[in-house]
Protein backbone atom coordinates (compact mmCIF):
# COMPACT_ATOMS: atom_id res chain seq x y z
CA UNK A 1 0.00 0.00 0.00
CA UNK A 2 2.64 2.51 0.93
CA UNK A 3 4.51 1.90 -2.71
CA UNK A 4 1.04 2.25 -4.57
CA UNK A 5 0.71 5.51 -2.43
CA UNK A 6 4.28 6.27 -3.43
CA UNK A 7 3.59 5.38 -6.66
CA UNK A 8 0.74 7.51 -7.09
CA UNK A 9 2.02 10.34 -5.23
CA UNK A 10 5.29 10.33 -7.62
CA UNK A 11 3.01 10.39 -10.78
CA UNK A 12 0.59 13.29 -10.07
CA UNK A 13 4.24 15.22 -9.05
CA UNK A 14 5.04 14.58 -12.82
CA UNK A 15 1.71 15.15 -13.56
CA UNK A 16 2.02 18.52 -12.33
CA UNK A 17 5.04 19.84 -13.28
CA UNK A 18 4.01 19.18 -17.20
CA UNK A 19 1.26 20.92 -16.94
CA UNK A 20 1.72 24.48 -18.62
CA UNK A 21 2.42 26.76 -16.36
CA UNK A 22 -0.56 29.79 -15.66
CA UNK A 23 -0.29 32.95 -16.40
CA UNK A 24 -0.54 33.62 -12.39
CA UNK A 25 2.58 31.78 -11.93
CA UNK A 26 4.37 33.19 -14.74
CA UNK A 27 3.40 36.66 -13.48
CA UNK A 28 4.08 36.17 -9.82
CA UNK A 29 7.26 34.78 -11.08
CA UNK A 30 8.74 37.40 -12.83
CA UNK A 31 7.54 39.56 -10.01
CA UNK A 32 9.43 37.96 -7.46
CA UNK A 33 12.69 38.07 -10.03
CA UNK A 34 12.27 41.96 -10.36
CA UNK A 35 12.32 42.21 -6.16
CA UNK A 36 15.27 39.42 -5.91
CA UNK A 37 17.37 41.22 -8.39
CA UNK A 38 17.50 37.86 -10.14
CA UNK A 39 18.61 38.80 -13.71
CA UNK A 40 18.14 35.10 -14.79
CA UNK A 41 15.01 34.48 -13.68
CA UNK A 42 13.65 37.68 -15.48
CA UNK A 43 15.68 36.57 -18.65
CA UNK A 44 13.69 33.33 -18.89
CA UNK A 45 10.48 35.01 -19.55
CA UNK A 46 11.57 37.49 -21.60
CA UNK A 47 11.55 37.49 -25.77
CA UNK A 48 14.32 37.11 -27.98
CA UNK A 49 14.09 40.32 -29.86
CA UNK A 50 14.31 42.27 -26.38
CA UNK A 51 17.27 40.45 -25.27
CA UNK A 52 19.38 40.76 -28.46
CA UNK A 53 18.51 44.53 -29.10
CA UNK A 54 18.96 45.80 -25.81
CA UNK A 55 22.03 43.88 -24.58
CA UNK A 56 20.33 42.45 -21.79
CA UNK A 57 21.80 39.14 -20.50
CA UNK A 58 21.29 37.76 -16.97
CA UNK A 59 24.12 39.70 -15.37
CA UNK A 60 22.79 42.84 -17.33
CA UNK A 61 19.85 42.47 -15.97
CA UNK A 62 20.76 41.61 -12.49
CA UNK A 63 22.70 44.81 -12.81
CA UNK A 64 19.76 46.85 -14.08
CA UNK A 65 17.11 45.53 -11.13
CA UNK A 66 19.66 45.91 -8.49
CA UNK A 67 21.35 49.36 -9.25
CA UNK A 68 19.16 51.20 -10.94
CA UNK A 69 15.55 49.93 -10.52
CA UNK A 70 16.02 48.35 -7.08
CA UNK A 71 17.29 51.72 -5.25
CA UNK A 72 14.36 53.38 -6.97
CA UNK A 73 11.66 51.28 -5.64
CA UNK A 74 13.16 51.12 -2.03
CA UNK A 75 10.64 51.04 0.46
CA UNK A 76 7.60 50.20 -1.82
CA UNK A 77 5.58 46.75 -1.11
CA UNK A 78 3.08 44.71 -2.46
CA UNK A 79 -0.26 46.12 -2.03
CA UNK A 80 -2.69 43.78 -2.10
CA UNK A 81 -3.28 40.64 -4.47
CA UNK A 82 -2.20 40.73 -8.44
CA UNK A 83 -5.04 41.08 -10.66
CA UNK A 84 -4.92 39.32 -14.65
CA UNK A 85 -6.98 41.20 -17.47
CA UNK A 86 -7.27 39.96 -21.23
CA UNK A 87 -6.06 42.71 -23.84
CA UNK A 88 -6.46 42.42 -27.53
CA UNK A 89 -3.17 40.39 -28.09
CA UNK A 90 -1.90 39.79 -24.70
CA UNK A 91 -2.89 39.12 -21.00
CA UNK A 92 -1.68 41.61 -18.15
CA UNK A 93 -0.45 40.73 -15.30
CA UNK A 94 -0.75 43.54 -12.89
CA UNK A 95 0.87 44.30 -9.07
CA UNK A 96 -0.09 47.09 -7.27
CA UNK A 97 2.74 48.49 -4.89
CA UNK A 98 2.80 51.52 -2.03
CA UNK A 99 5.15 53.43 -0.22
CA UNK A 100 4.99 53.83 3.31
CA UNK A 101 4.42 57.79 2.68
CA UNK A 102 1.97 57.16 0.53
CA UNK A 103 3.26 57.00 -3.07
CA UNK A 104 1.90 54.30 -5.44
CA UNK A 105 3.26 52.27 -7.96
CA UNK A 106 1.93 49.83 -10.32
CA UNK A 107 4.52 46.82 -12.99
CA UNK A 108 2.53 45.92 -15.79
CA UNK A 109 3.50 42.69 -17.09
CA UNK A 110 2.01 41.35 -20.58
CA UNK A 111 2.26 37.87 -21.05
CA UNK A 112 1.62 35.54 -24.23
CA UNK A 113 2.30 31.55 -24.29
CA UNK A 114 4.52 30.02 -26.86
CA UNK A 115 3.76 26.37 -26.21
CA UNK A 116 3.42 25.39 -23.07
CA UNK A 117 5.80 28.30 -21.94
CA UNK A 118 5.04 31.71 -20.81
CA UNK A 119 7.13 34.63 -22.76
CA UNK A 120 6.58 38.64 -21.28
CA UNK A 121 6.14 41.09 -24.22
CA UNK A 122 8.33 43.65 -23.98
CA UNK A 123 9.49 44.70 -19.85
CA UNK A 124 11.72 46.87 -19.45
CA UNK A 125 10.38 50.37 -21.02
CA UNK A 126 7.95 49.77 -18.58
CA UNK A 127 10.04 48.87 -15.54
CA UNK A 128 12.61 52.01 -16.71
CA UNK A 129 8.72 54.52 -16.28
CA UNK A 130 7.66 52.76 -13.24
CA UNK A 131 11.51 53.20 -11.63
CA UNK A 132 10.91 57.06 -13.21
CA UNK A 133 7.27 56.94 -11.47
CA UNK A 134 8.31 57.18 -8.06
CA UNK A 135 9.47 60.82 -8.62
CA UNK A 136 6.02 61.74 -8.53
CA UNK A 137 5.13 62.99 -5.06
CA UNK A 138 2.08 61.08 -3.02
CA UNK A 139 -1.52 62.12 -4.18
CA UNK A 140 -0.21 63.13 -7.84
CA UNK A 141 -1.82 61.16 -10.69
CA UNK A 142 0.04 59.99 -13.65
CA UNK A 143 0.87 62.99 -15.95
CA UNK A 144 -0.98 62.18 -19.39
CA UNK A 145 -0.47 63.56 -23.33
CA UNK A 146 2.24 66.52 -23.05
CA UNK A 147 2.93 66.50 -19.90
CA UNK A 148 3.59 62.85 -19.70
CA UNK A 149 6.12 63.49 -22.54
CA UNK A 150 8.11 65.89 -20.53
CA UNK A 151 7.83 64.02 -17.53
CA UNK A 152 9.58 61.66 -19.65
CA UNK A 153 12.56 63.60 -21.36
CA UNK A 154 13.07 65.18 -17.89
CA UNK A 155 13.32 61.73 -15.96
CA UNK A 156 14.71 59.47 -18.63
CA UNK A 157 17.60 62.71 -19.68
CA UNK A 158 18.56 62.98 -16.03
CA UNK A 159 19.23 59.11 -15.50
CA UNK A 160 20.55 57.94 -19.17
CA UNK A 161 24.14 58.08 -18.01
CA UNK A 162 22.36 55.54 -15.33
CA UNK A 163 21.04 53.42 -17.53
CA UNK A 164 23.86 53.09 -19.86
CA UNK A 165 25.77 52.31 -17.42
CA UNK A 166 23.79 49.28 -16.38
CA UNK A 167 24.56 47.95 -19.60
CA UNK A 168 21.67 48.10 -21.35
CA UNK A 169 21.54 49.68 -24.43
CA UNK A 170 18.30 51.04 -25.12
CA UNK A 171 14.96 49.30 -25.42
CA UNK A 172 12.02 47.67 -27.04
CA UNK A 173 8.69 48.70 -26.72
CA UNK A 174 5.22 47.74 -28.82
CA UNK A 175 3.54 44.76 -30.01
CA UNK A 176 4.69 41.14 -31.09
CA UNK A 177 4.14 42.24 -34.65
CA UNK A 178 5.93 45.69 -34.55
CA UNK A 179 8.23 46.10 -31.95
CA UNK A 180 10.15 49.34 -31.65
CA UNK A 181 13.51 49.35 -30.76
CA UNK A 182 15.65 52.38 -29.84
CA UNK A 183 18.46 53.81 -28.47
CA UNK A 184 18.06 55.86 -25.08
CA UNK A 185 19.18 59.13 -27.22
CA UNK A 186 16.61 57.90 -29.74
CA UNK A 187 13.66 57.20 -27.04
CA UNK A 188 14.42 61.16 -25.61
CA UNK A 189 14.18 62.26 -29.20
CA UNK A 190 11.10 60.73 -30.01
CA UNK A 191 9.16 61.95 -26.89
CA UNK A 192 10.81 65.02 -28.02
CA UNK A 193 9.30 65.31 -31.66
CA UNK A 194 5.74 64.21 -29.54
CA UNK A 195 5.99 67.44 -27.56
CA UNK A 196 7.13 69.84 -30.88
CA UNK A 197 4.15 67.97 -32.78
CA UNK A 198 1.97 69.30 -29.77
CA UNK A 199 3.16 72.35 -29.65
CA UNK A 200 2.90 73.08 -33.30
CA UNK A 201 -0.59 72.10 -33.71
CA UNK A 202 -1.57 74.29 -30.58
CA UNK A 203 0.38 77.01 -31.97
CA UNK A 204 -1.96 76.45 -35.17
CA UNK A 205 -5.16 76.39 -33.45
CA UNK A 206 -4.15 79.59 -31.91
CA UNK A 207 -3.60 81.36 -35.31
CA UNK A 208 -6.29 80.21 -36.89
CA UNK A 209 -8.49 81.86 -34.01
CA UNK A 210 -6.78 85.13 -33.83
Known amino acids: MVCVAALGAAAYFIWIRMQPESFEQAGNNIIEAIEEGDGTGLAAYM ?29 FNRD ?38 VIVAPILSGLVYTAMRTELPAGKPLPNSREKFVFIIDTYGRHKAALSATGLRGITAGEPSEYLHSTWDEYLEMFRDKVRQIDERQAHATSLGD
Open 80 to 117: GRASLEPGEWATYYYQSFKHPDGRTNTVSVALNRNGKH
Open 47 to 75: VSEELEFTGANPKVLSTFLRNFYGPRLKG
